[in-house]
């Protein structure tokens, strides 16, 4: 079993990481891991998270409580968002929260990551919504963000950056790296006369690989309400899916589609 220390260390080298990587400027970010149902270590708040040693991490209870913190340090100030993903996500062991500069430009212009243009993020991540805007540290963005934690494994915060989650530390970053490739690719396609999408039967094919290889986390493309509804999913919902199914996903060339299966089904009885 991998002792307290190691993960504190870990979470150092992570927050190096993403320092590194422009992923955050001076004091942004923070990570977390969670020990069991009670115990969760945390980066502590105020501090660069490419500066940190392992004596600077911190221990919450599920309420985001100190349990153990030394002096000088205390826990994130969005401690509050990162237990929100916990308590609704019992498979998530880890959650990173970062400002990468292409992810945080969509957040800021309102534009949510949905149009298909490489496998990997459609694979790994199916699209981006956006929740609507809190202000830091308070319950504003854990409220937010609820309702997409059950379909999603990465959303990006209005006006604010990104949050990624998964089943371990160095998935969870890799998540946010994710979306940050993605973003960058996004708008760099889109500079350069617009981003050629992959077609919707490419993209089922790539929702299928994703089923086969059983990866793990949420992914619209099997758990999306509309899915369940029998609604195209994902892609064309333009990041709005939520916990309800919405009425205006899908386009009507999707609905059209879908709508004609159905008839053919009942036809072929
Ligand atoms: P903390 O230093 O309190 O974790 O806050 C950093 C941040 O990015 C807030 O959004």
């Given at each position: 079993m991998v002792s307290e220390y190691e993960i504190k260390k870990q979470i150092c080298e992570i927050g190096k990481r993403i320092y590194d990587r422009g992923m955050?400027?001076?004091?942004d970010g923070n990570i977390s891991v969670k020990l069991n149902d009670n115990e969760f270590l945390c980066t502590p708040t105020g501090?660069?998270?490419?500066?940190?040693?392992?004596?600077?991490i911190c221990k919450v209870d599920a309420e985001g409580k100190v349990i153990q913190a030394n002096p000088g340090f205390r826990p994130s100030s969005e401690i509050k968002m990162h237990m929100r993903v916990y308590k609704n996500r019992p498979d998530v062991q880890s959650v990173v929260h970062a400002h990468p500069m292409y992810a945080t430009a969509f957040a800021i212009a309102g534009?949510?990551?949905?149009?298909?243009?490489m496998p990997e993020a459609v694979i790994a991540l199916g699209c981006v919504p956006i929740a609507e805007y809190g202000t830091p540290s308070t319950d504003e963005i854990p409220d937010a963000v609820e309702k997409y934690l059950p379909y999603f494994d990465a959303v990006l915060l209005e006006n604010h950056g990104a949050l990624a989650f998964s089943d371990s530390l160095l998935n969870a970053y890799h998540k946010m790296e994710s979306v940050e490739f993605y973003a960058k690719l996004l708008y760099l396609s889109n500079q350069l006369g617009g981003a050629k999408e992959l077609s919707k039967s490419q993209v089922e094919r790539l929702f299928e690989i994703r089923r086969q290889f059983g990866l793990p986390g949420k992914h619209p493309?099997?758990?999306c309400p509309n899915a369940k509804a029998g609604l195209p999913s994902c892609h064309s919902c333009k990041g709005t899916c939520g916990a309800t199914l919405n009425?205006?996903?899908?386009s009507t060339e999707d609905l059209v589609a879908q709508i004609t299966k159905k008839v053919m089904e009942q036809l072929n009885k």
């Amino acid at each position: 079993m991998v002792s307290e220390y190691e993960i504190k260390k870990q979470i150092c080298e992570i927050g190096k990481r993403i320092y590194d990587r422009g992923m955050v400027a001076s004091n942004d970010g923070n990570i977390s891991v969670k020990l069991n149902d009670n115990e969760f270590l945390c980066t502590p708040t105020g501090v660069s998270k490419g500066f940190m040693t392992p004596e600077y991490i911190c221990k919450v209870d599920a309420e985001g409580k100190v349990i153990q913190a030394n002096p000088g340090f205390r826990p994130s100030s969005e401690i509050k968002m990162h237990m929100r993903v916990y308590k609704n996500r019992p498979d998530v062991q880890s959650v990173v929260h970062a400002h990468p500069m292409y992810a945080t430009a969509f957040a800021i212009a309102g534009i949510p990551l949905t149009q298909p243009i490489m496998p990997e993020a459609v694979i790994a991540l199916g699209c981006v919504p956006i929740a609507e805007y809190g202000t830091p540290s308070t319950d504003e963005i854990p409220d937010a963000v609820e309702k997409y934690l059950p379909y999603f494994d990465a959303v990006l915060l209005e006006n604010h950056g990104a949050l990624a989650f998964s089943d371990s530390l160095l998935n969870a970053y890799h998540k946010m790296e994710s979306v940050e490739f993605y973003a960058k690719l996004l708008y760099l396609s889109n500079q350069l006369g617009g981003a050629k999408e992959l077609s919707k039967s490419q993209v089922e094919r790539l929702f299928e690989i994703r089923r086969q290889f059983g990866l793990p986390g949420k992914h619209p493309a099997n758990l999306c309400p509309n899915a369940k509804a029998g609604l195209p999913s994902c892609h064309s919902c333009k990041g709005t899916c939520g916990a309800t199914l919405n009425a205006d996903c899908g386009s009507t060339e999707d609905l059209v589609a879908q709508i004609t299966k159905k008839v053919m089904e009942q036809l072929n009885k």
